[in-house]
């Protein structure tokens, strides 16, 4: 719950009008059109969580809180193509056309961490299931997919922007064979991109976040690649070839400039830097140098081995995700609102919420009780409520305006018992996958919404700022597989600060 008296930031202001606010609008532009999708979105509240980047020593971490969200898209295939029962033994001809089954195409994850001075859209997983390709699509069409995650994103990016406070979009690039649609693997139709395929993929879906498809204004935006072991001429081949990418684009991470510790602290060390997300390979190493100092956490300043930044991401090119023939990628978009570019400005109280008030009136009221105890009159419950929807929307610490949840709001257990169905369910046939869509939604408990698809591209067509740009002719194709050089294992070459550190702790391992 939020703090009884929360120094608020000014209200963000909500522009009815200004651009479409709804989700499903906004995906239906995007969307092939004629084409009928469902939109399956389940979000929960902003709750406390732990801070994702320890504090320096001696001073108190962020305040933290978390939303997770998850959309999944299905499409009505045509019925002909479900292998169904037939209306009656040995006739051939479907008599009545079957109804058109809800199937999951695929889904992403985010989870929004927001404190007083930072939102951070953080994007979890993202999974397809293999079967889009029975919609038919026109070959050269837009993707799907990728129109779906970069309207998703820009979504939740509009509706969480607060005044003088930064937004992040973040992500690691890793791919495997599935994520959130078990067995869909064992589908031929699916489309599984390899690591330079999808760190290539990501970079090009974010793009356009920074080229008008966020209708908010920001003062400044910048996207940032780091491919840990491959040189910065390497990795600027995955970057988008868009008129203003040479610009948009950096090769390298943002840790120390969005870092608020190093604003108000100097130099902190590099472990105050990392976020911990889940699963991401960075955190994991973060956490193995916290190991090697102390195991009481709070405790920890520096490391031993690992003394800057650059080493950390140094060190990063020898773990398992990202050496022998293995790559992740790092990707950053820094948001900047207005006046925040480059002074944070400190927090202005604001009107308390309803409940913070409320709740400071009670605290108040509270005495010593004496005297005989009178019991209170059983009080019988004849409404049901909601009380995740009770809390407040504006805080100092997040903004959580009506726009830009879920269909359906859940608490975080049951977040997690819906993700935890989908990742127990079968998607390796058609029919398997019929049957766990069917469940799935069913279990989701989320009106469904459909959004019929606007959007006519009959050319390659890339979402840009001002609406669709041909970029046709413009684009040099890269080659989605690796070439025979990338696929040589890479021989990584640790700096000369870090050489004989790694030969001393191997020879200590060994012994
Ligand atoms: C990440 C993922 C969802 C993207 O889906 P996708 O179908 O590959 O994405 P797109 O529809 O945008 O297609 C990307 C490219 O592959 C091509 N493609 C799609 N399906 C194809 C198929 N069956 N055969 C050949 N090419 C195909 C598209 O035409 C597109 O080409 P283009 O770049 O020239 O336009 C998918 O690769 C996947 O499910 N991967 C497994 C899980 C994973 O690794 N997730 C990443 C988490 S970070």
């Known amino acids: 719950m939020a703090s009884p008296t929360p120094p608020s930031p ?21 969307l092939p059109q004629g084409h009928r999708f469902g939109i399956h979105h389940v979000s929960t509240p902003p709750t406390r969580t732990e801070p994702l980047c320890p504090a320096p020593p001696g001073e108190r971490p962020d305040k933290t ?22 209306a009656s033994p040995g006739t051939d001809d479907i008599k009545q056309p079957p109804p058109r089954l809800p199937l999951l195409a695929f889904a992403i994850e985010v989870f929004i961490f927001t404190t007083a001075y930072q939102t951070i859209l953080f994007v979890s997983k993202t999974d397809s299931t293999g079967y889009l390709h029975l919609l038919g699509l026109p070959k050269g069409a837009p993707s799907p997919i990728r129109q779906v995650c970069a309207t998703f994103l820009a979504y939740l990016l509009d509706h969480r922007k607060r005044p003088n406070v930064q937004s992040i979009v973040n992500l690691f690039a890793r791919a495997q064979d599935q994520y959130l649609f078990p067995g869909s693997i064992r589908n031929a139709g699916k489309h599984v991109l390899d ?22 204004k920001w003062a400044n935006t910048k996207g940032y690649l780091i491919v840990p072991g491959l040189e910065e001429t390497e990795t600027r081949s995955f970057l988008p070839r868009t ?26 060390p590099p472990r105050c830097l990392i976020p911990g997300y889940p699963d991401d390979p960075k955190s994991r190493f973060r956490d193995e140098l916290d190991e090697e100092v102390s195991p009481r956490k ?15 991401w140094e060190m990063m090119a ?90 359906r709001v859940v608490d975080e257990a049951e ?28 279990e989701l408990g989320a009106p469904e919404v459909e959004v019929i698809g606007r959007a006519t591209a009959p050319e390659k067509t890339e979402i840009h700022a001002a609406g669709i740009t041909n970029l046709t002719g413009l684009v040099r194709r890269m080659n989605s597989k690796p070439s025979d050089a990338q696929l040589q294992p890479r021989v990584n070459v640790l700096g000369a600060n870090l050489v004989r550190k790694k030969k001393k702790e191997e020879s200590a391992s060994s012994s």
């Open 65 to 86: 809180y978390r939303e997770s969200h998850f959309l999944a898209v299905s499409i009505h295939p045509n019925a002909p193509t479900i292998s169904l029962k037939r």
């Open 195 to 216: 690591d330079w395929g999808l760190v290539r993929w990501w970079c090009r879906v974010l793009n356009p976040l920074m080229e008008g498809l966020s209708c908010e």
């Open 243 to 268: 008129p203003s990418s040479l610009v948009n684009w950096t090769v390298g991470h943002p840790l120390e400039k969005i870092s608020r510790y190093v604003r108000d602290f100097g130099r902190v």
């Open 415 to 442: 977040y997690k018992r819906i993700i935890e169905l989908l990742l127990h369910l079968d998607f390796s046939t058609l029919d398997k996958a019929l049957g766990s869509s069917r469940r799935w939604i069913h």
């Open 10 to 30: 000014n209200p963000p202001v909500n522009k009815p009008g200004a651009y479409d606010t709804s989700l499903r609008n906004r995906l239906a532009a995007v």
């Open 318 to 407: 020898f773990r398992q995700e990202c050496s022998s023939g293995r790559l992740t990628g790092f990707i950053w978009l820094v948001f900047d609102s207005a006046a925040s570019a480059d002074v944070h400005p400190q927090p202005q109280p604001l009107p308390e919420s309803s409940s913070a008030a409320k709740y400071k009136a009670r605290r108040k009221k509270k005495k010593k009780l004496s005297g005989p105890i009178k019991p209170r009159e059983p009080r019988i419950k004849t409404v049901l409520r909601n009380g995740l929807l009770d809390r407040p929307t504006l805080t100092a610490y997040y903004y959580w305006p009506s726009e830009g949840r879920g269909d």
């Open 298 to 312: 709070h405790s920890i300043g520096a490391w031993k081995s690992v003394k800057t930044l650059d080493q950390f």
